[in-house]
């Protein structure tokens, strides 16, 4: 499983009125960014509140809401990763 370095932590959500789940990076007692699937219209989201975050702790909010987001409520698959041949 991935982990998310201190000084984040992360935690799973579940949003009934947003009609999704979502990773949120958590510093201290403040939400500083979050991952959010929407089933409703089959986004992935990233946000990040105005916040200026280390390249490695998104990274790493990214993999964990990949690894714990799995696929939309229907059964289809979430976006696929950037293949490194789009990197070039």
Known sequence: METIRKPFQYQI???????????????????????????????????????DLPLIAIEQLIAVARQNLQAFEDGTSLPLCVSKEYLR
């Open 13 to 51: 959500l579940s949003d009934v009125i947003r009609d999704g789940i979502g990773v949120e990076l958590i510093s201290g007692d403040q939400v500083v960014a979050e991952v959010f699937r929407c089933d409703a219209d089959h986004s992935l989201i990233i946000t990040t509140f105005g916040n």
